[in-house]
């Protein structure tokens, strides 16, 4: 196994390291990798005021936190949406299984509501409805 030696840096190269941290969008871990040193070793470095980079030599960062122009405009109403009414039809299928179908119209529509398209009331077979069974499915109406 190779035996590990202690690596010193002069003093110009910790500074040198430490400026590059306060690059805009450079991270610690990123020069830390740069240089194949610890990150918390340059942290050590920054806490020293020896090697900590003089924030007048630090360049400007772009992405500062400045204002950004607003305007304000009238809001503009969307036609209100005609009221929706909900159709179910359900099925009762063999095995007890039953499928159901869900239809949206707006209300007013013909087919929609306790009357059908004639206007006459809907017509129901007066079997009352019965609830999901083991055995084949009646043959009846269950409207």
Known sequence: ???????????????????????????????????AVNANLIFKWLRDP?????????????????FLPVEIVAEEQAPAAAPVAENRIEIELAGGHLSAIRTFAPVGSPDIGPRGPTGSPRKSCGTPRKEKTSGPAPARCHA
């Open 50 to 66: 020896r090697f900590a980079p003089d924030p007048a030599s630090v360049p400007a960062s772009s992405e500062e936190a400045r």
């Open 1 to 35: 196994m190779a035996r590990r030696t202690k690596r010193l840096w002069t003093d110009e190269e910790k500074r040198s390291i430490c400026f590059q941290t306060a690059a805009p969008g450079v991270s610690v871990a990123q020069v830390a990798r740069r240089y």
